[in-house]
């Protein structure tokens, strides 16, 4: 059983910036691709970022330009650097991989942008 341990989330003002962090116990070079997606309250789960094992990467429109997504292959983890953040980033983000087992998802860890 893969699993997937996010930290990093937090209340943060408008503007303001945050760093999720995702970290597994086995080799992530194991894994087609990995992301993040999010929940926001009375929505459905979305894509925010995702990054294949060739490295590449895709954004939703509307967190292009603010967060970047990255990885650790040393120390198992894969990163998302929100900058810029604004009241609607408000939800739940989930570390999500997939492999040829399928798909794998971590706990969530909630993120609130609010003054």
């Known amino acids: 059983q893969v699993q997937l341990v996010e930290s990093g989330g937090g209340l943060v003002q408008p503007g303001g910036s945050l760093r999720l962090s995702c970290t597994t116990a086995?080799?992530?070079?194991?894994?087609?691709?990995m992301g993040w997606y999010r929940q926001a309250p009375g929505k459905e789960r979305e894509l925010v970022a995702s990054?294949?094992?060739?490295?590449?990467?895709s954004y939703a429109d509307a967190v292009k330009g603010r967060f970047t997504i990255s990885r650790d292959y040393a120390m198992n983890s894969q990163y998302l650097q929100m900058t810029d953040l604004k009241p609607e980033d408000t939800g739940v983000y989930y570390c999500?991989?997939?492999?040829?087992?399928?798909?794998?998802w971590g706990q969530g860890t909630q993120v609130t942008v609010s003054s």
């Open positions: 999500h991989a997939r492999k040829s087992q399928g798909d794998f």
């Open positions: 990054m294949t094992s060739r490295t590449s990467m």
């Open positions: 086995i080799s992530i070079f194991s894994f087609d691709v």
